[in-house]
């Protein structure tokens, strides 16, 4: 039997490859650099909003696992992963 964090993280990531493949369908439609760029851009928010949630869903999976002080280092680490990523 399938766990239900894990099925909510999986069905999130079926989701973002979804709309991703439906974008790049899209640009292929609209055949101009200028509406591909616009629609690469809108999944600059997509990505990080999945990778937000599925963190939140396995971290509140895990919730009852996990002492107080781990807990803390792993969000720590989340926290690390976000600031390097979003850092220009």
């Known amino acids: 039997m399938i766990e239900k ?35 690469n851009s ?6 990080p909003l999945i990778l937000l949630s599925t963190t939140a869903i396995g ?4 919730a009852d696992k996990l002492s107080p002080g781990k ?5 720590a680490g989340v926290t690390c992963l976000f600031i390097g990523i979003l850092k220009k």
């Open 5 to 39: 964090t894990v099925l909510g993280m999986a069905a999130l990531r079926l989701l973002s490859g979804s709309i991703e493949m439906a974008a790049a369908i899209v640009m292929l439609k609209l055949n101009t650099v200028e509406r591909a760029l616009l629609v």
């Open 42 to 47: 809108s999944l600059a928010l997509v990505g």
């Open 59 to 62: 971290l509140s999976g895990l």
């Open 71 to 75: 807990f803390l280092w792993v969000m």
